[in-house]
């Protein structure tokens, strides 16, 4: 699981990183990529893209995009270029909640002063189909960065987090940069929109840590029949088939 902190970290030893190794002088795109093309190494599970409406005269994809993605750099940068193509490969039920977690970024900026727009990171979390047509669970954080030469630089740093974490639905992540990463807020759209009654939150705060129908019925004082039946009725009335479906929605 990334943590806050570890984000923290593997940002700013990033960015120090790649402010360090873009000079004032000499061709800026040429820097720029060079840099990026260094700067995946320090943390070869993270692909390093370019954003292509900032950069739309320059595109740059890491070559480790195929252990994330299973594209290879040449074959993503032909076909997911725009951000249609690649819209494409979002799961179709992340779709709408991506744009929500996007309007919810623009408040921030739309609040802050021009001058620390590039302190905020934003981190989307989604499902993304690989190459062999599955879905993976992907943590893609947007960064913008003023190198030493005065240029700004749009990317994302995306991971595939398959191993570390269960996907509960499309959510964003606010933080800004300082001294070290301060956390502003979080949205999720799916659980903004499906309120749960106290004894529902109750009964996915158990689920969340794992316990079974037995050791809820135990927490909550009631009989595992009844949690059963709590949990049946929550299946009808936000039209999951699971339980892994459940907390996609629910938080």
């Known amino acids: 699981m990334v943590t806050g902190t570890s984000l923290a970290n593997q940002t700013i030893r990033i960015l120090n990183y790649i402010d360090h190794l873009s000079p004032e002088a000499g061709d800026p795109d040429h820097d720029v990529i060079t840099a990026l093309y260094h700067m995946h190494n320090l943390s070869p599970t993270y692909a390093v893209i370019t954003c292509p409406v900032r950069h739309g005269h ?105 191993d570390a974490a269960l996907f509960t639905g499309m959510k964003i992540e606010i933080y800004r940069q300082g001294p070290g990463m301060q956390k502003l807020g979080e949205y999720k759209p799916a659980a903004s929109r499906n309120k749960l009654s106290a004894r529902e939150a109750d009964l996915v705060r158990l689920i969340k840590k794992g316990l079974t129908t037995k050791e809820i019925a135990w927490q909550l004082s009631i009989s595992h029949h009844t949690v059963r039946n709590i949990k049946s009725r ?11 479906e459940l907390l996609n929605i629910t938080g």
């Open 58 to 162: 320059f595109f740059y994809i890491s070559e480790n995009c195929s252990a994330i993605f299973g594209y290879s750099a040449e074959y993503m940068a032909l076909n997911f270029r725009s951000l249609s193509q690649y819209f494409s490969q979002v799961h179709p039920e992340d779709i709408v909640d991506f744009q929500d977690c996007i309007n919810y970024f623009k408040s921030f900026i739309q609040d802050g002063p021009p001058e620390e727009h590039h302190k905020l990171r934003a981190v989307f979390h989604y499902r993304f189909r690989n190459g062999e047509g599955e879905y993976i669970y992907l943590q893609d954080e947007k960064v913008t960065l003023i190198t030493t030469g005065g240029k700004n630089i749009h990317y994302s740093l995306i991971r595939n987090t398959d």
């Open 234 to 244: 929550m299946f009808e009335k936000y039209n999951v088939n699971n339980t892994i």
